[in-house]
């Protein structure tokens, strides 16, 4: 992109709104899509919805532009409730998964189409295309038909489209879903430059928490029409309020077990192959619940000393291993139930055999005991 | 609003047309005419017309007989037509029954009451007739050498094994005058007889039209061989180059075509001045031209007509050996029409398959005779020309109404669906034919 | 508060736009196809003698053996001519949309010219080549001692009818085929698939809605058509069976018209299964600016073997036209191979007297047609993309306009305004020329409106939301981008109408009031009641025949060059 380039040309006058979603429910006939979501972004924030697929995220996006109307509740952008106004009165600007740029026109058709139904003057249109494809670094391509571009290109063509009408919003639909890898990380640095240079409240649709994790301010993560929680992704990664958040946020190991009374007072939770691992005060015993933990809080021990202060032994068997160049990640089975442990990688180390026996120290104060 | 102004308008052009009348004998403006007669007819009047009276500009809406009718019933309420001009006289009696023609005595001295057998014109002076055709049989010279043919000439032959599946005829459902044929043979030789003939031609056909012109159409290109067909249309078919030829049988009757002054009619001036026209000397010679070949009902203007030309009025074989009752026709016109359709029309597979058997036994019965057979194939022939309905029932006015709307009261008795006793009437065909069938196949074995 | 939300999202859910297009349709279908065809109708619910309401009348239908024959002879006959147009329309589409194929252009253009076949000339032309006597039995009987009955009872039926609606098929599926996307058919490869089984697994299969939305308007067109049955002297079938029984002059039978229930009803049937069939199957293929299936260059073999199918077929679709160019030459053709000598006299007569004709037809065709696109758009639009109730019923209504013969429209026509003086002339209205455009764009509604259906299923719906959400309202989305992509769709709509209604005559013929306002086919009817007029009537028909093909033959390259500048053929 075109480093030189004053955004401000572009986003003159405008101001970064919030969006506020008050309690909305959505249904199809009686399957329930959205159930009461209530969400705060905030002005200028880069937000994402993440999620798997099926889980309310596309069709909340779709609910704020304006193509699905809700049961209940209402969305307001900048205090003003949008939730009766039809999709070409919103000024929110939406970058469709597909890009869904018209094959009928050229680059530069399509991006002055929103200026044009605006009827914006001739010649500000002219400067205004001229400007965001300059932005995206296509100028030179604005005579094109979408169908002669790359898939990155067309991604671009896509955001210029959008951001030329200067929206109060801008919403993008898992926009990197269709560009090979290395082109989806520098399109995402791209994506957020562009948004810290216009300051542009912005919500990102994905699936991939990587995506989500790199770029965004905040993220909500949803399933099955919920949200489940609100946060950084580094509040996320580290206190998941659920199950779900955990394993859909990074790697979670998760083990079974019951909530025991300890002698020294306070609580542990007691699993096959290892001894008791205490839980923080709070934890009653007989509790329902899981207990959580990344695989970067396990370390390999094969020299056969005592497990480190405040750390738990576990005893198991590698079962199999995977290579991934600066770690070896190995699956590991304790009493039945498998863990991963992530082991730092150095030239010239060996690999521990399959099948073979394999003790693993635990930092228990960095586990989490989840309800649900 | 636009009634009032429509009023207004039309009391201007009454006023305008009587005016006229009244300044200027010869008459002026649109004349409507909605007509069944081919183009070269119409075309040709139209011309001639024009020229004697050039104010008047002809309109000519082409339309078959049935759809003309249909036309002017529905335009009735707000009529825009100023004469019918068309061959079928029943389809002059549909309009006068429903009382949309208006009556009109030519000025036209010296054309007689009758051409042939029949009225030439309407005894109450609804529509009157200006040319005479008769039904006969028209076939192709090519088609008839390479199957090797002879030539037709009585409406009996049309009925002998060595023309089967050659024939074609149109419905006289479609057809007013195929009907007035067909109605010529039922007088001629009688209910029971006439309809024995009537099916053993039929047996014979190789299809039955939906257009009186599909059968000289099909003749002309050779798709069949034989057309019971009405006079001019072979006559002009003749004189369009085709290789066709045209015969009237013994038993025929020779029709008037007519012309009618529709009621309300918005030009009446124009329209009777039409009338006399197309009576006139003048009128009448353009008959004679080669595409239209009709037979003048004004007997001087034959002596302005080629040598060979028929002439009713002095050839008194043609059409005069039946005398047509037209009473008799009138009373059972629908009833032989369904008749037709449900026996012949609908059945026409049954009843080929039916006289061909027969055809094959009596073939192989002249060559190794065999009394019981002959017993059997007379015994098919009376199967199949059995008729559901006696002279008698047809002409009840119980069984016609099943076909008419017209009650007269609310006493008057609910006559049977048309739809029951077509079905009735079918069925009997249906069961008749096959019985027949078997009959003649059976007679085949013994002869063989 | 939860009840203020509620009633500003009703307001934000029920906009005007589509509600005033869907109210002023269905109040133009009600006035110009319901009201006539229901003042026609509903003498067949009627009792006769006492004019009460009644269904007696059906029951006589069902116990009628005559009325079940026809009923199953037109199904039988319907059935077998969306067989024989498949064969005929498969490998024409596919070859010329799927290969490098010289002439692809011209022969789609010849392809749907059989659909301009006017009336009457059609199967004269038909028999004269392979009637009994026609020429290729005279050869053959000549020849080899045999011959073949093509046009004897059923068999010419289907074999017509299918030769004459074919295009039906062809237009729709070519169209389904240039708008896959090349990597449904490339990932099928990729998968090991290729060959027929590529053809019948992926390809068709994603042609589908294409090649069902031209199969039922062949099945819908072959049950309801009469005037080929008719022309055959094939008369146990059920719309021949109607209109011999409506048009029949002084009987007032109302099976006529109870048929013409049942052909509505088994149309609106057929309409509704292959509605269901399709249920699910919206393919929206245009994905990244469109693809349309990659046309790949074929071995030279092939190639042989691809021409002389495609030779065979045209030839085959094109003999009642070539049967006709014969005819409009010929002085005398009876009973013989080939005419008996040339001329050009016929073409002089229709010079001189059928200018009017000519005009007249292209004014009221292309009107109707017009008004086809336009409204077959805008319900498409309204099915597809609202959610407006009832809004299927607009669909089901305009289609049932083809089960609706065109006497019976004709008379309601006559019924419903003949009684209506027209302001200032006080002329009935049914006599003013525009009612007959809009008999003509009512006849063709359906043609119109299954390619543009088939046209807007194939634009995927977030190319309009991106429109919206550029700030277009819904009236500039549709005019900007979903009519724009619609275009091949919309063009191939108006041509089939425009194709169609120049050579319409069952409905016209009730509703020509004066020469000077009468079409073509008005003309050609009128020569081919005449021995004399069967040349100059073929030659008009060929006029028909030129000017229509004329027109088709621009609009293919109009559309095969927008779609080059979209840079979809690269």
């Given at each position: ?19 506020r979603i008050d309690g909305v429910d959505l249904s199809y006939g009686s399957h329930r899509v959205l159930k009461d979501i209530h969400l705060d972004i905030r002005p200028g924030e880069f937000f994402a919805f993440l999620g798997p697929s099926g889980c309310g995220k596309t069709t909340l996006l779709r609910l704020i532009a304006g193509f699905n109307t809700a049961q209940r509740g209402q969305v307001t952008i900048g205090g003003r409730d ?291 | ?333 629908n009833v032989v029409d369904a008749l037709f359709d449900q026996l012949i029309t609908f059945q026409l597979d049954d009843l080929k398959a039916a006289t061909r058997a027969i055809h094959q036994a009596e073939a192989a019965l002249a060559k190794k005779p065999n009394e019981k057979g002959k017993a059997l194939v007379a015994e098919a022939r009376d199967l199949v020309a059995a008729m559901p309905v006696t002279a008698a029932e047809a002409a ?53 | ?64 053996d005559l009325f079940m024959r026809s009923f199953w002879n037109s199904f039988y006959v319907s059935a077998m001519s969306v067989v024989v147009a498949s064969l005929l329309a498969l490998p024409l589409a596919y070859l010329t949309t799927r290969f490098e194929f010289r002439g692809a252009v011209l022969i789609q253009s010849l392809g749907i010219i059989p659909l301009i076949m006017p009336p009457f000339i059609g199967a004269v032309a038909m ?444």
């Open positions: 992109m075109n480093q030189q380039f004053s955004p401000a040309s572009l986003t003159a006058g405008m101001e970064s709104v919030g969006v949008i939730s009766a106004l039809p999709p070409h009165k919103r000024d929110v600007g939406m970058v469709f998964q597909s890009y869904a740029l018209w094959p009928h026109m050229t680059v530069r058709r399509n991006v002055a189409f929103g200026l044009e139904e605006r009827r914006v003057p001739r010649a500000e249109i002219e400067r205004r295309v001229e400007a965001a494809l300059d932005l995206v670094g296509l100028k030179h391509l604005a005579d094109r038909r979408p169908s002669q571009l790359s898939g990155g290109q067309q991604q671009r063509v896509a955001l210029a489209r959008t951001i030329v009408i200067e929206p109060k919003v801008l919403l993008l639909d898992e926009p990197l879903s269709n560009l090979d890898a290395k082109l989806r990380v520098q399109m995402r640095q791209e994506l957020l430059s562009l948004q810290r240079k216009l300051g542009l409240t912005t919500i990102f649709v994905t699936h991939d928490q990587e995506e989500a994790n790199t770029i965004c301010d905040r993220i909500a993560v949803m399933d099955d029409g919920i949200v489940q929680q609100v946060g950084t992704p580094q509040e996320l990664y580290d206190h998941p309020a659920n199950l779900f958040v955990a394993g859909f946020l990074g790697t979670a190991n998760v083990l079974e077990g019951q909530v025991r009374a300890m002698d020294g007072g306070g609580t542990a939770f007691v699993i096959g192959g290892a001894s008791p691992i205490p839980l923080p005060h709070g934890i009653e015993p007989g509790a329902k619940g899981k207990l959580m933990f990344r695989p970067q809080n396990l370390f390999i021990r094969q020299d056969g000393g005592a497990p480190r202060h405040g750390h738990v032994r576990l005893m198991g068997v590698v079962r199999h291993r995977e290579f991934l160049g600066a770690s070896i990640r190995y699956a590991v089975d304790i009493g039945g139930q498998q863990v991963q442990v992530d082991a730092p990688h150095q030239a010239g180390d060996a690999l521990l055999p399959p099948d073979g026996p394999i003790n693993l120290d635990f930092a228990a104060d960095k586990a989490r005991f989840l309800r649900r | 609003m636009s009634r009032t102004l429509h009023g207004v308008a039309a009391a201007l052009a009454v006023m305008l047309a009587s005016s006229t009348a009244a300044f200027a004998q010869d008459p002026s403006g649109k004349l409507v005419v909605v007509t069944s007669f081919p183009k070269d007819l119409t075309s040709a009047f139209q011309q001639a017309f024009q020229k004697a009276h050039p104010k008047v500009t002809v309109e000519i809406l082409n339309r078959n007989t049935n759809a003309g009718v249909k036309y002017l019933q529905e335009t009735a309420s707000n009529n825009g037509t100023d004469l019918f001009w068309a061959s079928a006289p029943d389809a002059f009696e549909v309009l006068k029954g429903a009382n949309l023609l208006q009556a009109y005595k030519p000025k036209v001295e010296g054309i007689p009451d009758k051409v042939g057998a029949y009225p030439v014109n309407d005894p109450e002076g609804m529509y009157a007739g200006f040319a005479a055709s008769g039904y006969g049989i028209m076939w192709n010279t090519r088609y008839m050498k390479a199957n090797n043919l002879p030539a037709p000439k009585e409406w009996s032959d049309l009925a002998k094994p060595i023309y089967y599946d050659h024939v074609a005829i149109s419905a006289p459902s479609r057809s007013g005058t195929t009907h007035l044929t067909i109605e010529t043979i039922l007088q001629g030789e009688g209910w029971e007889k006439g309809w024995r003939t009537n099916k053993e031609i039929a047996g014979n056909y190789r299809t039955i039209t939906e257009r009186s012109f599909g059968v000289p159409d099909g003749v002309n290109s050779g798709s069949f061989g034989i057309g019971i067909v009405i006079d001019f249309f072979a006559l002009s078919s003749q004189a369009s180059g085709f290789p066709v030829e045209f015969a009237y049988p013994t038993v025929t009757t020779i029709v008037p075509a007519n012309i009618g002054i529709v009621k309300n009619a918005p030009n009446k001036a124009a329209a009777e001045t039409f009338v006399d026209f197309v009576l006139s000397p003048q009128g009448q010679e353009v008959l004679l031209q080669p595409a239209i070949r009709r037979l003048p009902v004004n007997p001087a203007t034959y002596a302005k007509a080629p040598a060979d030309y028929p002439n009713p009025f002095k050839d008194k074989s043609l059409g005069a050996s039946v005398n047509f009752d037209v009473e008799v026709s009138q009373a059972r016109y009840d006015p119980q069984l016609a109404g099943a076909f008419t709307v017209e009650r007269k009261s609310a006493t008057d008795a609910v006559p049977e669906r048309q739809a029951q006793v077509e079905q009735k009437w079918a069925a009997f065909a249906k069961e008749n034919y096959a019985a027949a069938r078997k009959k003649a196949e059976e007679a085949l074995v013994l002869a063989r | 508060m939860t009840s203020l939300a509620l009633s500003r999202e009703g307001l934000a859910r029920v906009r005007p736009g589509p509600a005033v297009a869907a109210v002023l349709i269905a109040l133009f279908l009600l006035l110009f196809l319901v009201v006539p065809v229901v003042q026609v109708i509903f003498v067949a619910f009627q009792d006769k003698t006492t004019g009460a309401f009644t269904l007696v009348n059906f029951a006589d239908f069902f116990r009628n028999q004269l080549l392979f009637g009994r006597n026609g020429t290729v039995n005279l050869l053959l009987r000549e020849h080899f001692g045999f011959s073949i009955p093509f046009m004897e009872g059923l068999n010419g039926v289907i074999f017509v009818q299918s030769i004459h609606y074919f295009p039906f098929i062809l237009i729709n599926l070519s169209a389904s085929l240039k708008n896959i996307d090349r990597a449904m058919e490339e990932s099928a490869q990729n998968l090991g698939c290729h060959g027929f089984r590529l053809f019948r697994r992926i390809v068709f299969p994603l042609a589908m809605p294409g090649y069902v939305a031209g199969a039922s308007l062949v099945f819908i067109k072959v049950f309801d058509d009469l005037g080929t049955p008719l022309l055959l002297n094939v008369n146990d079938m059920l719309a021949p069976q109607a209109y011999l029984r409506i048009s029949s002059i002084g009987i007032s039978d109302p099976m006529g018209y109870v048929i013409s229930v049942v052909l509505i009803v088994c149309s609106l049937l057929a309409l509704w299964v292959s509605a269901l069939a399709m249920k699910g199957k919206d393919y929206a293929t245009v994905q990244r600016g469109g693809g349309g299936l990659a046309r790949r260059r074929m071995k030279p073999l092939e190639m042989v073997a691809a021409y002389g199918v495609v030779l065979l077929i045209l030839v085959l679709v094109l003999a009642p036209h070539i049967g006709l160019t014969l005819l409009s030459f010929a002085t005398i053709w009876s009973f013989s191979p080939f005419p008996d000598a040339l001329t050009l006299k016929h073409y002089d007569t229709v010079f001189v007297e059928s200018g009017q004709y000519i005009t007249n037809t292209l004014l009221y065709a292309s009107l109707a047609a017009l008004l086809d696109v336009v409204i077959g758009t805008a319900i498409a639009y309204l099915v597809l993309r609202t959610k407006l109730a009832g809004r299927q019923w607009l669909d089901y209504v305009a289609m049932a306009a083809l089960a609706v013969p065109g006497v019976v429209l004709g008379i309601g026509y006559l019924r419903s305004f003949y009684d209506v003086p027209m302001p200032f002339t006080g002329q009935p209205l049914s006599g003013f020329w525009l009612i007959l455009v809009f008999a003509l764009a009512i006849r063709r509604l359906p043609y119109a409106l299954r390619a543009c259906t088939a046209a807007l299923q194939q634009v995927s719906s977030s190319l309009e939301e991106a429109a919206e959400n550029l700030g277009a309202t819904k009236l500039r989305t549709i005019s900007r981008v979903v009519v724009p992509l619609m275009s091949g769709g919309i063009l191939a709509g108006f041509v089939t109408s425009f194709a169609t209604a120049a050579v319409e005559l069952s409905a016209t013929i009730m509703l020509v009031h004066s020469q000077s306002d009468a079409p073509l086919a008005y003309g050609l009817y009128v020569y081919m009641q005449s021995a004399a007029g069967r040349g100059p009537g073929a030659a008009l028909g060929i006029f028909a025949v030129i000017i229509v093909g004329l027109g088709t033959y621009l609009s293919h390259v109009i559309i095969e060059r927008g779609r080059r500048e979209r840079g979809q053929d690269h």
